[in-house]
Protein backbone atom coordinates (compact mmCIF):
# COMPACT_ATOMS: atom_id res chain seq x y z
CA UNK A 1 0.00 0.00 0.00
CA UNK A 2 1.37 3.24 -0.99
CA UNK A 3 1.05 6.24 1.21
CA UNK A 4 -0.95 9.48 -0.61
CA UNK A 5 0.78 12.80 0.17
CA UNK A 6 -1.29 16.07 0.36
CA UNK A 7 0.24 17.27 -2.73
CA UNK A 8 -1.31 14.16 -4.49
CA UNK A 9 -5.35 15.08 -3.27
CA UNK A 10 -4.55 18.81 -3.53
CA UNK A 11 -6.96 20.34 -6.64
CA UNK A 12 -5.04 21.61 -9.52
CA UNK A 13 -4.79 25.23 -10.16
CA UNK A 14 -4.73 24.70 -13.93
CA UNK A 15 -7.61 24.71 -16.42
CA UNK A 16 -5.32 22.72 -19.19
CA UNK A 17 -2.71 19.84 -18.58
CA UNK A 18 -1.01 20.51 -21.58
CA UNK A 19 -2.21 24.43 -23.03
CA UNK A 20 -0.28 25.60 -26.20
CA UNK A 21 -0.92 28.66 -27.93
CA UNK A 22 0.23 29.63 -31.62
CA UNK A 23 2.94 27.27 -30.75
CA UNK A 24 6.23 26.94 -33.38
CA UNK A 25 9.18 24.68 -33.28
CA UNK A 26 11.60 23.94 -35.25
CA UNK A 27 13.11 20.89 -36.48
CA UNK A 28 16.90 21.94 -37.21
CA UNK A 29 16.24 25.19 -39.84
CA UNK A 30 12.73 23.66 -41.16
CA UNK A 31 9.66 25.07 -38.74
CA UNK A 32 7.76 21.98 -38.01
CA UNK A 33 5.16 23.13 -35.90
CA UNK A 34 4.04 26.38 -37.29
CA UNK A 35 1.29 28.06 -34.85
CA UNK A 36 -0.23 25.51 -33.25
CA UNK A 37 -3.03 25.72 -30.58
CA UNK A 38 -3.56 22.77 -28.46
CA UNK A 39 -5.61 22.72 -25.35
CA UNK A 40 -5.64 18.76 -23.46
CA UNK A 41 -7.22 17.64 -20.02
CA UNK A 42 -7.27 13.82 -18.83
CA UNK A 43 -7.80 11.31 -21.14
CA UNK A 44 -6.49 9.74 -24.09
CA UNK A 45 -5.77 11.61 -26.82
CA UNK A 46 -4.58 10.25 -30.26
CA UNK A 47 -2.07 12.55 -32.60
CA UNK A 48 -2.76 11.47 -35.89
CA UNK A 49 -0.99 12.78 -39.73
CA UNK A 50 0.68 12.20 -42.27
CA UNK A 51 4.85 11.78 -42.20
CA UNK A 52 6.27 14.73 -41.78
CA UNK A 53 3.32 16.61 -39.99
CA UNK A 54 5.29 17.50 -37.55
CA UNK A 55 4.19 15.15 -35.10
CA UNK A 56 7.39 14.03 -33.39
CA UNK A 57 8.37 17.46 -33.21
CA UNK A 58 5.46 18.94 -31.58
CA UNK A 59 5.73 15.59 -28.93
CA UNK A 60 9.43 16.74 -28.05
CA UNK A 61 8.26 19.94 -27.37
CA UNK A 62 5.81 18.74 -25.32
CA UNK A 63 8.16 16.78 -23.44
CA UNK A 64 10.30 20.20 -22.89
CA UNK A 65 13.25 18.25 -25.06
CA UNK A 66 13.11 21.20 -27.46
CA UNK A 67 12.82 24.79 -26.74
CA UNK A 68 9.66 26.36 -28.66
CA UNK A 69 10.91 29.31 -31.22
CA UNK A 70 7.40 30.97 -30.72
CA UNK A 71 4.35 31.01 -28.81
CA UNK A 72 3.20 29.92 -25.79
CA UNK A 73 3.32 26.86 -24.26
CA UNK A 74 2.01 25.55 -20.45
CA UNK A 75 2.45 22.36 -19.04
CA UNK A 76 0.52 21.31 -15.72
CA UNK A 77 0.34 24.70 -14.83
CA UNK A 78 4.08 25.83 -15.95
CA UNK A 79 5.39 27.65 -18.53
CA UNK A 80 8.08 25.86 -20.28
CA UNK A 81 8.41 27.66 -23.33
CA UNK A 82 10.97 30.68 -21.97
CA UNK A 83 13.58 30.19 -19.70
CA UNK A 84 12.22 29.30 -16.79
CA UNK A 85 12.53 26.58 -14.68
CA UNK A 86 11.30 23.24 -15.87
CA UNK A 87 11.62 20.95 -13.48
CA UNK A 88 8.36 20.96 -11.48
CA UNK A 89 6.78 20.41 -14.90
CA UNK A 90 9.29 17.75 -15.75
CA UNK A 91 8.52 15.76 -12.61
CA UNK A 92 5.28 14.80 -13.65
CA UNK A 93 5.78 13.97 -17.11
CA UNK A 94 5.91 10.39 -18.92
CA UNK A 95 7.72 10.73 -22.34
CA UNK A 96 8.18 7.57 -24.68
CA UNK A 97 10.52 8.70 -27.77
CA UNK A 98 10.11 7.26 -31.12
CA UNK A 99 12.96 5.98 -31.16
CA UNK A 100 14.89 5.85 -27.68
CA UNK A 101 18.43 5.12 -27.03
CA UNK A 102 19.46 3.08 -23.99
CA UNK A 103 22.26 1.50 -22.05
CA UNK A 104 22.67 -2.24 -23.62
CA UNK A 105 23.70 -3.71 -20.61
CA UNK A 106 21.37 -2.49 -18.23
CA UNK A 107 18.98 -4.90 -16.96
CA UNK A 108 15.27 -3.72 -17.80
CA UNK A 109 14.65 -3.41 -13.52
CA UNK A 110 17.72 -1.08 -14.09
CA UNK A 111 16.82 1.05 -16.68
CA UNK A 112 13.62 1.99 -14.86
CA UNK A 113 14.70 2.35 -11.91
CA UNK A 114 17.65 4.89 -13.75
CA UNK A 115 14.58 7.03 -14.97
CA UNK A 116 12.45 6.94 -11.70
CA UNK A 117 15.70 8.35 -9.88
CA UNK A 118 16.46 11.10 -13.34
CA UNK A 119 13.03 11.84 -12.67
CA UNK A 120 13.35 12.30 -8.86
CA UNK A 121 11.22 10.17 -6.96
CA UNK A 122 11.73 9.35 -3.66
CA UNK A 123 14.40 6.88 -3.45
CA UNK A 124 12.78 4.33 -1.19
CA UNK A 125 9.67 4.20 -3.48
CA UNK A 126 11.86 3.41 -6.52
CA UNK A 127 12.20 -0.02 -6.27
CA UNK A 128 8.51 -0.42 -5.99
CA UNK A 129 7.20 1.57 -8.49
CA UNK A 130 9.35 -0.02 -11.10
CA UNK A 131 8.40 -3.90 -10.50
CA UNK A 132 4.74 -1.55 -10.28
CA UNK A 133 5.65 -0.23 -13.53
CA UNK A 134 7.29 -3.54 -15.36
CA UNK A 135 4.15 -5.59 -14.35
CA UNK A 136 2.07 -3.14 -15.94
CA UNK A 137 3.08 -3.70 -19.40
CA UNK A 138 3.62 -7.09 -18.77
CA UNK A 139 7.38 -7.23 -18.45
CA UNK A 140 7.73 -9.28 -15.04
CA UNK A 141 9.29 -12.47 -16.44
CA UNK A 142 12.05 -10.50 -18.33
CA UNK A 143 12.73 -7.88 -15.42
CA UNK A 144 16.01 -9.42 -15.17
CA UNK A 145 17.22 -9.66 -18.53
CA UNK A 146 19.41 -7.41 -20.13
CA UNK A 147 18.14 -4.70 -22.81
CA UNK A 148 20.58 -6.05 -25.37
CA UNK A 149 18.60 -9.64 -24.91
CA UNK A 150 15.03 -8.15 -25.86
CA UNK A 151 12.95 -8.47 -28.49
CA UNK A 152 11.34 -5.16 -30.77
CA UNK A 153 8.24 -5.20 -29.01
CA UNK A 154 9.45 -6.33 -25.55
CA UNK A 155 11.68 -2.86 -25.53
CA UNK A 156 8.96 -0.87 -26.70
CA UNK A 157 7.05 -2.42 -23.78
CA UNK A 158 10.52 -1.56 -21.06
CA UNK A 159 10.22 2.27 -23.40
CA UNK A 160 6.73 2.22 -21.89
CA UNK A 161 7.56 1.28 -18.29
CA UNK A 162 9.95 3.75 -17.96
CA UNK A 163 7.50 6.40 -19.09
CA UNK A 164 4.96 5.54 -16.33
CA UNK A 165 7.39 4.83 -13.40
CA UNK A 166 6.40 7.69 -11.99
CA UNK A 167 2.33 7.84 -12.47
CA UNK A 168 3.01 11.03 -14.39
CA UNK A 169 0.29 13.53 -15.22
CA UNK A 170 0.72 14.05 -18.65
CA UNK A 171 2.57 10.96 -21.08
CA UNK A 172 2.94 11.46 -23.94
CA UNK A 173 3.91 7.76 -26.06
CA UNK A 174 5.53 8.75 -29.40
CA UNK A 175 4.38 5.54 -32.05
CA UNK A 176 4.21 3.34 -28.89
CA UNK A 177 2.27 0.31 -30.89
CA UNK A 178 5.26 -0.04 -33.37
CA UNK A 179 6.53 -4.01 -33.09
CA UNK A 180 3.58 -4.89 -30.57
CA UNK A 181 1.77 -8.01 -31.49
CA UNK A 182 -2.55 -7.77 -31.99
CA UNK A 183 -2.84 -9.48 -28.74
CA UNK A 184 -0.36 -6.53 -26.79
CA UNK A 185 -2.33 -3.86 -28.56
CA UNK A 186 -5.22 -4.90 -26.71
CA UNK A 187 -3.23 -5.30 -23.72
CA UNK A 188 -2.06 -1.66 -24.29
CA UNK A 189 -5.21 -0.06 -24.79
CA UNK A 190 -6.35 -1.19 -21.64
CA UNK A 191 -3.57 0.04 -20.35
CA UNK A 192 -4.20 3.57 -22.05
CA UNK A 193 -7.81 3.48 -20.79
CA UNK A 194 -6.68 2.77 -17.17
CA UNK A 195 -3.85 5.34 -16.92
CA UNK A 196 -6.19 8.35 -18.57
CA UNK A 197 -8.22 8.01 -15.72
CA UNK A 198 -6.43 10.43 -13.84
CA UNK A 199 -3.84 11.87 -16.31
CA UNK A 200 -3.63 13.48 -19.47
CA UNK A 201 -2.14 10.79 -22.15
CA UNK A 202 -1.25 12.17 -26.01
CA UNK A 203 -0.26 9.15 -28.23
CA UNK A 204 1.02 9.42 -31.74
CA UNK A 205 0.35 6.64 -34.34
CA UNK A 206 -0.28 6.10 -37.54
CA UNK A 207 -2.53 3.34 -36.83
CA UNK A 208 -6.15 5.19 -37.37
CA UNK A 209 -8.09 2.01 -35.83
CA UNK A 210 -5.74 2.52 -32.45
CA UNK A 211 -7.01 5.71 -32.39
CA UNK A 212 -10.62 4.81 -32.82
CA UNK A 213 -10.61 2.17 -30.64
CA UNK A 214 -8.97 3.44 -27.54
CA UNK A 215 -8.87 7.59 -27.84
CA UNK A 216 -11.60 9.80 -26.41
CA UNK A 217 -10.41 12.76 -28.49
CA UNK A 218 -8.39 12.73 -31.72
CA UNK A 219 -6.35 15.13 -32.67
CA UNK A 220 -5.03 15.45 -36.32
CA UNK A 221 -2.35 17.42 -37.42
CA UNK A 222 -1.19 18.61 -41.39
CA UNK A 223 1.90 20.79 -42.18
CA UNK A 224 2.62 21.87 -38.21
CA UNK A 225 -0.72 22.85 -37.70
CA UNK A 226 -3.98 21.72 -35.99
CA UNK A 227 -6.98 20.93 -38.10
CA UNK A 228 -8.96 19.04 -36.34
CA UNK A 229 -9.78 17.90 -32.40
CA UNK A 230 -12.57 15.96 -31.51
CA UNK A 231 -14.03 12.89 -30.41
CA UNK A 232 -14.00 9.53 -32.84
CA UNK A 233 -17.50 9.73 -33.85
CA UNK A 234 -16.95 13.25 -35.16
CA UNK A 235 -13.91 11.87 -37.08
CA UNK A 236 -15.82 9.17 -38.56
CA UNK A 237 -18.78 11.71 -39.72
CA UNK A 238 -16.48 13.68 -41.95
CA UNK A 239 -16.08 10.78 -44.42
CA UNK A 240 -17.88 10.13 -47.12
CA UNK A 241 -18.28 6.90 -49.35
CA UNK A 242 -16.09 8.65 -52.22
CA UNK A 243 -13.02 8.90 -49.68
CA UNK A 244 -10.08 6.59 -49.32
CA UNK A 245 -10.25 4.01 -47.12
CA UNK A 246 -11.05 0.71 -45.66
CA UNK A 247 -13.16 2.00 -42.72
CA UNK A 248 -15.26 4.43 -41.48
CA UNK A 249 -12.27 6.28 -39.41
CA UNK A 250 -10.31 5.90 -42.29
CA UNK A 251 -12.16 7.42 -44.55
CA UNK A 252 -12.97 10.58 -42.24
CA UNK A 253 -9.17 10.66 -42.04
CA UNK A 254 -8.65 11.09 -45.73
CA UNK A 255 -11.55 13.06 -46.23
CA UNK A 256 -10.57 15.75 -43.15
CA UNK A 257 -6.81 15.70 -44.69
CA UNK A 258 -7.77 16.09 -48.11
CA UNK A 259 -9.67 19.35 -46.67
CA UNK A 260 -6.67 20.55 -44.97
CA UNK A 261 -4.56 20.49 -48.29
CA UNK A 262 -6.92 22.29 -50.24
CA UNK A 263 -6.65 25.21 -47.82
CA UNK A 264 -9.69 24.48 -45.59
CA UNK A 265 -9.51 24.08 -41.81
CA UNK A 266 -12.14 21.56 -40.41
CA UNK B 1 -2.02 7.44 15.93
CA UNK B 2 -5.35 5.71 18.44
CA UNK B 3 -5.49 6.69 22.06
CA UNK B 4 -3.72 4.13 23.78
CA UNK B 5 -5.85 1.35 25.17
CA UNK B 6 -6.59 1.41 29.07
CA UNK B 7 -3.90 -0.69 31.34
CA UNK B 8 -6.47 -3.55 32.39
CA UNK B 9 -7.41 -3.68 29.03
CA UNK B 10 -3.88 -4.21 27.90
CA UNK B 11 -3.62 -6.70 30.61
CA UNK B 12 -6.88 -9.18 29.82
CA UNK B 13 -5.44 -8.84 26.02
CA UNK B 14 -2.27 -10.40 27.83
CA UNK B 15 -3.67 -12.87 29.54
CA UNK B 16 -6.05 -13.94 26.80
CA UNK B 17 -9.13 -12.95 27.85
CA UNK B 18 -12.21 -14.68 26.39
CA UNK B 19 -14.52 -11.71 27.76
CA UNK B 20 -12.83 -8.87 25.23
CA UNK B 21 -14.80 -9.31 21.99
CA UNK B 22 -13.18 -9.17 18.43
CA UNK B 23 -13.55 -5.77 18.19
CA UNK B 24 -11.70 -4.45 21.17
CA UNK B 25 -9.08 -7.12 19.97
CA UNK B 26 -8.44 -5.60 16.63
CA UNK B 27 -8.47 -1.84 18.19
CA UNK B 28 -5.61 -3.21 20.90
CA UNK B 29 -3.56 -4.90 18.03
CA UNK B 30 -4.25 -1.90 14.97
CA UNK B 31 -2.52 0.34 18.24
CA UNK B 32 0.52 -1.74 18.99
CA UNK B 33 1.70 -2.09 15.73
CA UNK B 34 2.35 1.76 15.24
CA UNK B 35 3.26 2.26 19.36
CA UNK B 36 6.63 1.34 20.99
CA UNK B 37 5.25 2.53 24.85
CA UNK B 38 2.85 0.13 24.68
CA UNK B 39 4.46 -2.78 23.04
CA UNK B 40 6.83 -2.18 26.26
CA UNK B 41 3.57 -1.88 28.81
CA UNK B 42 2.14 -5.15 27.56
CA UNK B 43 5.05 -7.34 27.98
CA UNK B 44 4.56 -6.03 31.71
CA UNK B 45 1.46 -7.87 31.42
CA UNK B 46 3.11 -11.32 29.76
CA UNK B 47 2.07 -15.17 31.74
CA UNK B 48 4.24 -17.13 32.43
CA UNK B 49 2.83 -19.75 29.39
CA UNK B 50 3.73 -16.74 26.90
CA UNK B 51 7.03 -16.12 28.24
CA UNK B 52 7.96 -20.07 27.95
CA UNK B 53 6.66 -20.05 24.32
CA UNK B 54 8.38 -16.92 23.28
CA UNK B 55 11.89 -18.19 24.74
CA UNK B 56 11.42 -21.94 23.16
CA UNK B 57 10.92 -19.42 19.71
CA UNK B 58 13.77 -17.55 20.31
CA UNK B 59 16.10 -20.49 21.28
CA UNK B 60 15.14 -21.90 18.01
CA UNK B 61 15.78 -18.67 16.01
CA UNK B 62 18.86 -18.80 17.42
CA UNK B 63 20.03 -22.11 16.25
CA UNK B 64 18.55 -21.46 12.65
CA UNK B 65 20.98 -18.57 12.78
CA UNK B 66 24.04 -20.29 13.72
CA UNK B 67 23.70 -23.01 11.84
CA UNK B 68 22.17 -21.28 8.64
CA UNK B 69 24.68 -19.89 6.16
CA UNK B 70 26.29 -16.57 6.82
CA UNK B 71 24.21 -13.72 5.17
CA UNK B 72 25.38 -12.41 1.91
CA UNK B 73 26.76 -9.15 0.77
CA UNK B 74 24.47 -7.36 -1.56
CA UNK B 75 26.74 -6.21 -4.07
CA UNK B 76 23.39 -3.93 -5.42
CA UNK B 77 23.84 -0.92 -3.68
CA UNK B 78 27.78 -0.31 -5.20
CA UNK B 79 26.32 -1.26 -8.52
CA UNK B 80 23.61 0.85 -8.67
CA UNK B 81 25.90 4.49 -7.14
CA UNK B 82 28.13 3.55 -10.04
CA UNK B 83 25.55 3.35 -12.81
CA UNK B 84 24.19 6.18 -11.57
CA UNK B 85 27.35 7.87 -11.75
CA UNK B 86 29.42 6.31 -14.25
CA UNK B 87 28.57 6.71 -17.57
CA UNK B 88 29.28 3.48 -19.83
CA UNK B 89 30.21 6.13 -23.55
CA UNK B 90 32.64 7.51 -21.19
CA UNK B 91 35.02 4.83 -21.43
CA UNK B 92 36.60 4.43 -24.50
CA UNK B 93 37.39 8.15 -24.05
CA UNK B 94 38.85 7.75 -20.57
CA UNK B 95 41.06 5.03 -21.88
CA UNK B 96 42.23 6.98 -24.76
CA UNK B 97 43.50 9.75 -23.22
CA UNK B 98 44.71 7.44 -20.90
CA UNK B 99 47.45 6.15 -23.29
CA UNK B 100 47.74 9.64 -24.59
CA UNK B 101 49.47 10.24 -21.50
CA UNK B 102 51.05 7.67 -20.96
CA UNK B 103 52.68 7.92 -24.36
CA UNK B 104 53.86 12.01 -23.20
CA UNK B 105 55.17 10.64 -20.39
CA UNK B 106 57.28 7.95 -22.59
CA UNK B 107 58.15 10.94 -24.88
CA UNK B 108 59.51 13.02 -21.91
CA UNK B 109 61.93 10.25 -20.53
CA UNK B 110 63.04 10.05 -24.21
CA UNK B 111 63.83 13.03 -25.18
CA UNK B 112 64.05 14.77 -22.38
CA UNK B 113 65.92 18.29 -23.90
CA UNK B 114 62.13 18.86 -25.54
CA UNK B 115 59.56 20.73 -23.73
CA UNK B 116 57.45 18.21 -21.55
CA UNK B 117 54.77 16.98 -23.79
CA UNK B 118 52.87 16.23 -20.20
CA UNK B 119 52.65 19.53 -19.43
CA UNK B 120 51.26 20.80 -22.95
CA UNK B 121 49.26 18.12 -22.84
CA UNK B 122 47.70 18.41 -19.46
CA UNK B 123 45.45 21.39 -20.03
CA UNK B 124 43.17 19.51 -22.71
CA UNK B 125 43.51 16.12 -21.17
CA UNK B 126 40.32 16.08 -20.07
CA UNK B 127 38.29 18.02 -22.81
CA UNK B 128 37.47 14.76 -24.33
CA UNK B 129 35.87 13.02 -21.91
CA UNK B 130 34.06 16.58 -21.01
CA UNK B 131 32.78 16.82 -24.65
CA UNK B 132 31.19 12.97 -24.97
CA UNK B 133 29.64 13.83 -21.02
CA UNK B 134 26.84 15.33 -21.98
CA UNK B 135 25.94 15.33 -25.69
CA UNK B 136 23.19 14.03 -28.07
CA UNK B 137 25.68 12.73 -30.36
CA UNK B 138 27.30 10.06 -28.01
CA UNK B 139 24.41 9.25 -24.98
CA UNK B 140 22.21 6.55 -26.62
CA UNK B 141 19.76 7.65 -24.01
CA UNK B 142 20.02 11.35 -24.59
CA UNK B 143 16.46 12.05 -25.46
CA UNK B 144 14.79 9.89 -22.60
CA UNK B 145 17.51 11.98 -20.22
CA UNK B 146 16.81 15.48 -21.37
CA UNK B 147 12.85 15.16 -20.84
CA UNK B 148 13.59 14.39 -16.96
CA UNK B 149 14.25 16.85 -14.28
CA UNK B 150 17.47 15.49 -13.16
CA UNK B 151 19.07 17.37 -16.68
CA UNK B 152 20.99 20.28 -16.18
CA UNK B 153 23.99 21.64 -14.76
CA UNK B 154 24.35 19.44 -11.89
CA UNK B 155 24.25 16.41 -14.33
CA UNK B 156 27.05 17.83 -16.72
CA UNK B 157 28.63 18.98 -13.09
CA UNK B 158 28.46 14.60 -11.75
CA UNK B 159 29.59 13.45 -15.24
CA UNK B 160 32.71 15.92 -15.12
CA UNK B 161 33.09 14.99 -12.26
CA UNK B 162 33.98 11.59 -13.00
CA UNK B 163 36.21 12.76 -15.81
CA UNK B 164 38.53 14.23 -13.53
CA UNK B 165 38.18 11.71 -10.88
CA UNK B 166 39.78 9.67 -13.38
CA UNK B 167 42.66 11.62 -15.10
CA UNK B 168 43.72 13.92 -12.62
CA UNK B 169 45.03 11.20 -10.66
CA UNK B 170 46.83 10.02 -13.72
CA UNK B 171 48.40 13.38 -14.06
CA UNK B 172 49.71 13.35 -10.16
CA UNK B 173 51.22 9.87 -11.53
CA UNK B 174 52.82 11.43 -14.72
CA UNK B 175 54.01 14.37 -13.04
CA UNK B 176 55.60 12.63 -10.08
CA UNK B 177 56.92 9.83 -12.57
CA UNK B 178 58.87 12.80 -14.78
CA UNK B 179 59.55 15.96 -12.21
CA UNK B 180 56.94 18.18 -13.49
CA UNK B 181 54.92 20.54 -10.96
CA UNK B 182 52.13 19.45 -9.67
CA UNK B 183 50.41 23.14 -10.08
CA UNK B 184 50.94 23.76 -13.39
CA UNK B 185 49.37 20.32 -14.44
CA UNK B 186 46.37 20.78 -12.39
CA UNK B 187 45.38 24.19 -12.31
CA UNK B 188 45.19 24.33 -16.60
CA UNK B 189 43.72 21.29 -16.57
CA UNK B 190 40.83 22.82 -13.92
CA UNK B 191 40.66 25.99 -15.71
CA UNK B 192 40.28 24.02 -19.79
CA UNK B 193 37.46 21.99 -18.29
CA UNK B 194 35.42 24.77 -16.62
CA UNK B 195 35.85 27.18 -19.34
CA UNK B 196 34.75 24.50 -21.64
CA UNK B 197 31.37 24.39 -19.62
CA UNK B 198 31.16 27.67 -19.29
CA UNK B 199 31.39 27.92 -23.14
CA UNK B 200 29.43 24.87 -23.52
CA UNK B 201 25.85 26.99 -22.58
CA UNK B 202 26.40 29.58 -25.08
CA UNK B 203 27.05 27.30 -27.95
CA UNK B 204 27.29 23.36 -26.45
CA UNK B 205 30.01 21.51 -24.84
CA UNK B 206 30.70 19.24 -27.08
CA UNK B 207 31.42 21.82 -29.52
CA UNK B 208 33.58 23.97 -26.59
CA UNK B 209 35.76 21.91 -25.93
CA UNK B 210 36.61 21.23 -29.62
CA UNK B 211 37.34 24.73 -30.28
CA UNK B 212 39.25 25.69 -26.83
CA UNK B 213 41.37 22.10 -27.41
CA UNK B 214 42.04 23.58 -31.47
CA UNK B 215 42.65 27.05 -29.99
CA UNK B 216 45.44 25.20 -27.55
CA UNK B 217 47.25 23.42 -30.45
CA UNK B 218 47.44 26.50 -32.34
CA UNK B 219 48.47 28.98 -30.18
CA UNK B 220 50.49 27.09 -27.47
CA UNK B 221 51.53 23.50 -28.41
CA UNK B 222 52.56 24.31 -32.46
CA UNK B 223 54.76 27.46 -31.61
CA UNK B 224 56.26 25.69 -28.34
CA UNK B 225 57.40 22.15 -30.72
CA UNK B 226 58.90 24.97 -32.89
CA UNK B 227 60.55 26.98 -30.73
CA UNK B 228 61.31 24.32 -28.04
CA UNK B 229 60.35 26.50 -25.42
CA UNK B 230 58.18 26.41 -23.18
CA UNK B 231 55.25 29.38 -22.87
CA UNK B 232 54.87 32.05 -19.58
CA UNK B 233 51.73 30.21 -19.40
CA UNK B 234 53.32 27.28 -18.01
CA UNK B 235 56.26 28.67 -16.08
CA UNK B 236 55.88 28.19 -12.73
CA UNK B 237 55.62 31.45 -10.98
CA UNK B 238 52.60 33.49 -11.67
CA UNK B 239 51.11 31.03 -14.08
CA UNK B 240 48.87 28.34 -11.45
CA UNK B 241 47.29 31.34 -9.86
CA UNK B 242 46.40 32.94 -13.09
CA UNK B 243 45.02 29.10 -14.35
CA UNK B 244 43.08 29.06 -11.20
CA UNK B 245 41.47 32.80 -11.10
CA UNK B 246 40.25 31.33 -15.01
CA UNK B 247 38.79 28.55 -13.71
CA UNK B 248 36.71 30.14 -10.96
CA UNK B 249 35.62 32.58 -13.10
CA UNK B 250 34.21 29.94 -15.68
CA UNK B 251 32.98 27.91 -12.97
CA UNK B 252 31.61 31.17 -11.31
CA UNK B 253 29.49 31.95 -14.70
CA UNK B 254 28.24 28.22 -15.44
CA UNK B 255 26.83 28.33 -11.94
CA UNK B 256 25.30 31.72 -12.33
CA UNK B 257 23.72 30.91 -15.69
CA UNK B 258 22.34 27.25 -14.89
CA UNK B 259 19.51 27.95 -16.55
CA UNK B 260 21.52 28.02 -19.81
CA UNK B 261 21.95 24.19 -19.47
CA UNK B 262 17.87 23.11 -18.99
CA UNK B 263 17.91 22.41 -22.40
CA UNK B 264 21.33 20.65 -23.04
CA UNK B 265 20.15 19.41 -26.80
CA UNK B 266 19.78 22.25 -28.34
CA UNK B 267 23.34 23.21 -29.24
CA UNK B 268 25.11 20.03 -28.53
Known amino acids: MRTISAAETAPATYAWSVHAEQLKVKAGRHLAVDGLDLRMQNGVHGLLGPNGAGKTTLMRALATVLRPAGGKLTILGQDVGGRGNLRQARRGLGYLPQEFG????FTVREFVEYMAWLKEMPKHTIPGAAQRAIERVGLTTRADARMKTLSGGMLRRAGIAQAIVNNPLVLLLDEPTVGLDPEQRLDFRELLRDLAVDSCVLVSTHLVEDVVAACTDVLMVNEGRLVFQGDANTLIDHGGPNDAGDSPAERGYSALLRRARNGGVA | M????EPTVLARYAEGDPGLDDAAVWTVESHLETCPDCRARLTGHL???????LETVAAGIDRGIVAGPAPVRNPRAWSVTGRRWFTVTLAPWLIMTAAMIGCAV???VLEPQMPSLVLLLAPVAP????AVAWSRRTDPAWELIAATPAAGLAMLLRRTAVVLAVIMPLLVLAGAYTGTSIALLLAPCLAFTASSIALGALIGVHRAAFVLAALWAAAIVLPTLV???LPVVLQSGAA???WTLVAAVTTG???ARADLFRRLTSGN
Open chain 2, 2 to 5: STHP
Open chain 1, 102 to 105: FYPR
Open chain 2, 127 to 130: LPGV
Open chain 2, 47 to 53: TGDTRAL
Open chain 2, 240 to 242: PAG
Open chain 2, 227 to 229: TAE
Open chain 2, 106 to 108: LMN
Open chain 2, 253 to 255: FAV
